[in-house]
């Protein structure tokens, strides 16, 4: 699986749509290939190293989850397998393998569709302040990490640069419309629902994850990445308790440590020391070994 680390691709023959944190993104006419590289960022700056695997253990995730939800929410994904991608595409094939996704284009709907089942993060440092997350009413006495009654739709703006804000349901449905709103939210808790539960089978606790939906063909279809260590926390179950944090299957770790240092969280990032380093690549890489049986 080891092909070194990926920080940039280069397809003078492709047009570039757009270069993410993460993703750097090619249009194709109708479709788009999605290219995960092994980029990291933690408060919103990309640091100047990469992590081994974390773009294919992207790539793996997004494609099981895509397939295991289907019958939930249609989603944009043509293929992962380069063999099956365009011509074209076949003499960057070994830059592409396992990394790649081949998707349809669609027309992005500018929400983050946050679902919450856990009291985590954001979510609980607001809930301290108002007992209540995006507007959303919790009971009192809920402690760090504590399961929710029931999962909660708690969606943000999706911002190209800076961090997405929280926002209210009703924001939503004036942005987007009343239908849709609900049909967001509404795909949003049982795409949830379902992950959470086979997740739980094998031993990780989806906290907490993040959807992003698009229009084709006058219908909603789950776009972007799905259930990854990026767009979700995922905790191991065992040694979980609430009233503190948990350990994670993502990018925490480092960001645990570069809360450490005298770093004011302004470009440019410092490099990470090889230990932090092969620690996050063995995280990502233990949340898809339980999720699908991947071995490295």
Known sequence: MDKGVLLTTNFPELKLYKCGKVRDVYDLGD??????TDRISCFDVILPCGIPHKGEVLTSLSSFWFDFTKDIAANHLISADVENFPVPLK???DAL???SMLVRKTESIPIECVVRGYLSGSGWKEYGLSMSICGVNLPAGLL???KLPAPIFTPSTKEDTGHDQNITFQYVEERVGRDIAQKLKSLSI???EMARDYAGSKGIIIADTKFEFGMRDGGIILIDEALTPDSSRFWPKEGYAVGRSQPSFDKQFVRDYLEGLDWDKSPPAPNLPGEIIQKTSEKYLEALRKIIGHND
Do not use: N, Q
């Open 31 to 36: 479709e788009l290939l999605i290219v995960s």
């Open 91 to 93: 003499r960057y094939k």
């Open 97 to 99: 393998r396992g990394r």
């Open 144 to 146: 760090e990490s504590a």
């Open 190 to 192: 049982s795409l949830y």
